[in-house]
């Protein structure tokens, strides 16, 4: 939907559609929360996209703002099928970097990166922190336009409707439609989770030496090869 049919749809399930207590500018800034709050709660698989970034040797510190615009959490980095990435907490990042370890990490607005093999084109498949797109499908943080949309599945977006009605009945003091929206809005959250299970990188546990994170690849490696 986009943001003005999202608008519609809240002041049909208003009883006082004027803007004397609610304006469209205040609903849309509850939109943008209720977004925001949808994605606090998880690594949506509608979030996922990813970026080629091209690593020169040497260089380990990557803008963020460059290589992988809204990275929130990253799924893998890998450079064609032979190489795959392991991520990484900063502090063992810069602990292990000295070494020939295939590794990442996010570092505030950075992602770093060390290869083994040197120079390449890397693939990167994270969880965005945009939450709406343009008519033209581009990503952005928040819904401005009119014709912006959620970037989530159509079926779920009464969600956002939901979220701002919250507020609003908050707002009029109107505490049993409040309680009707929120049960809404978190049933619906529920069925999301669900529906879109999470297979966002967790960093490993800190390692305190290179030997030991050595111990804890060829671990997950054996885990893996007994599971198959």
């Known amino acids: 939907m986009t943001k003005t ?4 749809q809240t002041n ?4 006082d559609t004027t ?7 205040e609903m849309d800034s509850y939109f943008n929360e209720g977004l925001r709050r949808v994605a606090m709660e998880y690594d949506w698989e509608w979030q996922q996209t990813s970026a080629s970034i091209t690593y020169v040797d040497g260089s380990n510190a990557y803008a963020l703002s460059s290589v992988a ?5 990253p799924i893998d980095l890998f450079y064609t099928d032979d190489y795959e990435f392991e991520y990484v907490s900063p502090e063992d990042f810069d602990r292990l970097a000295e070494q020939d370890y295939n590794i990442y990490s996010k570092d505030g607005e950075f992602l770093k990166i060390n290869s083994s093999f040197g120079s390449a084109t890397l693939n990167l498949n994270y969880y965005s922190t945009y939450l709406a797109k343009t008519s033209a ?10 014709d912006d949309e959620p970037i989530m599945p159509l079926r779920f977006q009464d969600i956002i409707p939901d979220y701002a009605l919250m507020r609003i009945f908050q707002k009029e003091g109107k505490v049993d439609d409040y309680s009707i929206a ?16 999470s297979k966002a990188k ?4 800190r390692m305190k030496s290179g030997m030991k994170f050595k111990t804890s690849l060829g671990d997950r490696k054996e885990n893996a090869l007994q599971q198959t």
């Not at 499908?137 to 009119?146: E, H, R």
């Not at 967790?202 to 546990?205: D, F, G, S, V």
């Open 19 to 25: 803007e004397n207590f609610v304006s469209l500018i």
């Open 137 to 146: 499908g581009s990503w952005q943080a928040t819904l401005s336009a009119t």
């Open 182 to 197: 929120k049960k809404d809005f978190i049933e619906k959250l529920n069925l999301m989770k669900r529906e879109y299970p």
């Open 12 to 15: 049909y399930r208003r009883r």
């Open 202 to 205: 967790r960093a490993l546990t």
């Open 69 to 73: 615009p809204g990275l929130k959490t």
């Open 5 to 8: 049919e999202l608008q519609t």
